[in-house]
């Protein structure tokens, strides 16, 4: 995932985005504590990707205080 495909997705589908890459991160951290995560450079990319997420939101969220 890049930033330019998040900027051509609406708030609403960045919120649900958001909630999905959270879920898996909680499941990830559950997996790691179990010690039956496989992957572990996912939690990086996850984290990351809830980064970027954020990121766009907030730029999005300038924008439209910024035209008002």
Known sequence: MNAKELND???DQLK????ELKKEAFNLRFQ??????????RMRT????VARV????????AAA???E
Do not use: M
């Open 9 to 11: 997705k609406t708030p």
């Open 16 to 19: 649900d985005q958001l909630a």
């Open 32 to 41: 790691q504590a179990t010690q039956q995560l496989e992957n572990t450079a």
């Open 46 to 49: 996850v984290r990351r990707d």
């Open 54 to 61: 954020k990121t766009v939101l907030n730029q999005k969220a």
């Open 65 to 67: 205080a910024a035209e």
